[in-house]
């Protein structure tokens, strides 16, 4: 008998196959046994009807306890009702082996608390929520790949290891690199800036990290990201690549992976309207915007945090990035926020030095910025003022400044976090179910 797997069912009605998996559930009728085995791919339920199988192998199944490992084989029947994931199909079991009768499992269907479930995430995995959610994540990866490598984009792996900071000092994980203080990388970037000198567009996808001193329910020690770079490219263009790249990975998912956001019961209304062009909101009106909803005492989402007012020149916070997203119904890109809250690499304005020609996409309903991008400086004088400005030790630069002394030429680039985008399309209200083994202030375990 073939071994197959669930998601593939659909390929077998009526025909004999063998499923080999775990026990999720158990309706324990008597003479009727409703079993619902996972096996990664997806939720079967298998039927052991007493009179269809040997003595030894009901004996089996009624032994059975929760995620106990099994192997049973049966007749594929379609059942429009059948309960499972994608659901459609039963298995008529004719045979079951047991592989190995599970210990008390700890997660049971019943409600647990968050501490809990992250102390045994190795085992909250195997539920279908986590389960979704991290199918999601594999198809976000690889549409940002397929995309990439399909619109003129070469992969660079840039280093983890590294002896300055890219984006910030104040969240540098330190390291000791054989007596030399070292960093685990906080961006690609800089690295990148180099690479497409050699190679026109690039990108890196990697994990990334910063030692982040607050719980929020939007940081983690370590995210992955995917930051492309564009030599001969101004911020304008940016922002066209941008929102193609998001609208094919929103696409891609809402095709391919339907049957996972439903386990999520995602409301997708929102997600299918994700296509370019984005809205663009202007720092200045945004701030605007802001102020006059403080005014009239307007709060925000999850908590009714009343929205307060900024002064200009002020980075925004997650309740002022949930107001201004909530006005738009597609993603919102906040454009030429103030030089001073912005990395040390963003080009002024020109005529307006206190912006900069930086852009962060917002994600809608409330799941905050997603991408964070800019034009770079191309000027080699203004950039080693520009580090002396932010107090960065010179040398450590020197090669970065130096690739604006051979052919500088405009360039601009974005990083776009994966767990933020998984939280956004899986509709999570927190980055901790994003990853499989989420790093966060208070957790390194398991
Ligand atoms: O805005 P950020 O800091 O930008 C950079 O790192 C640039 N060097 C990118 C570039 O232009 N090449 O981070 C980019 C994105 C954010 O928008 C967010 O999605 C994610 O990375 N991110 C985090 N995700 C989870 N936890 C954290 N602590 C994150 N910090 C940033
Ligand atoms: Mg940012």
Sequence with gaps: MPIVRIENLKDH??????????????????????????????????????????????????????????????TVRAEERAPGIPGGFELDVTDLEVVQIADEYPISPKEHGVEFLMDNRHLWLRSSRQWAIMRVRATIIKAIRD????????????????????????????????????????????????????????????????????????????????????????????????????????????????????????DISHLQKVA????????????????????????????????????????????????????????????HFPTEVKAFYMEPEPDRPEVCRSADLLAPEGYGEIIGGSERMSDPQKLMAAIEKHKLPADAYDWYVQLRQYGSVPHSGFGLGVERTVAWICGLDHVRETGAFPRMLNRLQP
Aim: proline content about 5%; some cysteine.
């Design 147 to 266: 995309w990439l490598d399909s619109n003129g984009f070469m992969l660079v792996d840039t280093p983890i290891l590294t002896p300055a900071a890219g984006e910030g000092t104040t969240t540098l994980f330190e390291i000791d690199y054989h007596g030399t203080p070292a960093f685990l990388a906080q961006t690609g970037q800089l690295y990148n800036e180099a690479n497409i000198f050699a190679f026109g567009p690039v990108y890196c996808f990697g994990p990334t990290f910063r030692a982040e001193k607050s719980k929020t329910r939007r940081h983690l020690q370590e995210f992955w990201m995917v930051e492309p770079e564009i030599p001969f490219c101004t911020l304008e263009e940016l922002l066209e690549v941008e929102e193609q790249f998001v609208s094919y990975i929103v696409q891609t998912v809402l095709k391919e992976r339907a049957v996972e956001l439903k386990v999520l019961e995602r």
């Design 13 to 74: 009605a009526g025909a004999q196959v063998t499923l080999r998996g775990w026990l999720y559930n158990k309706t324990d009728k008597g003479r009727l046994q409703f079993l619902q085995v996972r096996d990664g791919s997806g939720i079967c339920q298998a039927v052991v009807f007493k009179k269809n199988v040997s003595e030894a192998a009901f004996d089996a199944a009624r032994r059975l306890t929760q995620e106990s490992s099994l192997i049973v084989s049966g």
């Design 276 to 335: 370019a062009p984005f809205e663009r909101l202007h720092y200045d009106d945004a701030v605007a915007m802001i102020n006059a909803a403080a005014a009239q005492g307007i709060t925000v989402p999850p908590n009714d945090d009343p929205l307060t007012a900024i002064t200009w020149g002020d980075d925004f916070g997650a309740p002022h990035e949930t107001y201004l997203t909530m006005q738009f119904e597609k993603p919102l890109f906040v454009h």
